[in-house]
């Protein structure tokens, strides 16, 4: 059984940090990629980034520069680096892991970008 456990969220002044993290209960190799998704208030979810199991990343174009998706092989654990936040990223982050035709989500966390 393939769970998601993420961690890392909060409240954070504009311009800060968070790192975000997505543990599995499984081997991530076992994943053809992982992602992050956000779902800000009122609107839908939508994807930030993506690392597949080469390293290989991609982001959106609203976080590219801002935001860093990583990957700890020992750990089963993929990151989301995110500074110089905003208000405009105050969402429920998502993590997802993808294994051929299934997808799995995380639970979803609270970032909250406020002064």
């Known amino acids: 059984h393939v769970q998601l456990v993420e961690s890392g969220g909060g409240l954070v002044q504009p311009g800060g940090s968070l790192r975000l993290a997505c543990a599995a209960s499984v081997n991530i190799f076992d994943f053809n990629f992982m992602c992050w998704y956000l779902q800000a208030p009122g609107k839908e979810r939508e994807w930030v980034a993506t690392?597949?199991?080469?390293?290989?990343?991609n982001y959106a174009r609203s976080v590219k520069g801002r935001f860093t998706i990583s990957r700890d092989n020992a750990k089963n654990t993929v990151y989301l680096q995110m500074n110089s936040l905003e208000p405009e990223d105050t969402a429920v982050y998502y993590c997802k892991a993808v294994a051929g035709i299934y997808d799995y989500w995380g639970q979803g966390l609270q970032v909250t970008v406020s002064s």
């Open positions: 690392i597949i199991s080469t390293g290989s990343t």
